[in-house]
């Protein structure tokens, strides 16, 4: 068993031939995916892909980049659409100030909304942060002191003192193909020192194609690349991992066992 923890299987690159990209990921394997939303205007189509395919859940929520154009977009909005069966997280969302393509405070404000609703629903925030640790930290940390809420940072590149930290509130970290890739040393030496049970991996499919398929479109199947990268880091069998990051996909993200 082997659940590639976060991809876009409604993205460009992959819906184009949405049938055929999750034949080939279940042929290496992985026999599970969330298939995680970005803007609003996505919700239905992740949502009903996830009906449509018994090993697809979804996700609900705003990336940091659409924080702008979702301004108003209120808890209840989030609510709703996490009712249904088959969406077992909140997000993405988080901040990005790399880019900048919406305001910070705008994304701040956005990320606590989802923040209240993980709490309320149990629901697993999937939680997006680059070039932005100290307010991404400040947030998790106000906020688990009004009430805890489970929580789940993707696509791990912070510091590894950024990544002790979120540990030590309580969350896991899911490592994507970046981790295969030759300037990524000190998230290699990071990767080895994760607790077992607070480490997911992930493609983030159609980006971040693992070694050894770089400058390809990313698919799902290559979540097999990068499990088997970094049990070789941490000095396990690929099938070791495999079992180890399902259990934990499972333990994290509740709903997904109906």
């Not at 995916?33 to 449509?52: G, Q």
């Not at 629901?123 to 809420?149: C, N």
């Amino acid at each position: 068993m082997l659940i590639d923890s976060h991809c876009h299987l409604n993205y460009k690159g992959l819906i184009e031939s949405q049938a055929d990209v999750l034949v080939r990921a279940r042929a290496r394997g992985v026999s599970g995916f969330l298939n995680i939303s970005t803007r609003r205007s996505e919700w239905d189509a992740v949502v009903a892909t996830a009906h449509r395919e018994a090993d697809v859940w979804a996700s609900i929520g705003i990336h940091p980049h659409e924080a702008d154009a979702h301004a108003d977009l209120g808890a209840e909005a989030l609510r709703q659409a996490s009712a249904d069966a088959r969406v077992i997280a909140i997000g993405e969302t988080g901040l990005d100030y790399h880019y900048d393509h919406s305001d910070r405070q705008v994304q701040q404000d956005l990320f606590r909304v989802h923040i209240g609703v993980a709490r309320e629903t149990g629901l697993p925030i999937v939680i997006h942060t680059r070039d932005a640790e100290d307010d991404t930290l400040r947030i998790l940390t106000e906020e688990m002191a009004t009430g805890a809420f489970p929580a789940l940072i993707h696509c791990f590149t912070a510091s590894s003192g950024f990544g002790r930290a979120v540990l030590d509130l309580g969350l896991t970290i899911s490592i994507s193909g970046i981790v295969t890739f030759k300037n990524a040393k000190d998230l290699q030496a990071f990767v080895a020192e994760v607790p077992d049970e607070r480490l997911l991996v992930e493609t983030d499919a159609p980006f971040l194609a693992p070694v050894p398929h770089r400058g390809k479109v990313c698919e799902p199947a290559f979540v097999s690349d990068t499990c088997a990268f970094v049990a070789a880091l941490r000095g396990t069998t690929a099938e070791a991992l495999a079992e180890q990051t399902s259990t934990n996909f499972f333990r994290l993200f509740t709903k997904a066992r109906a």
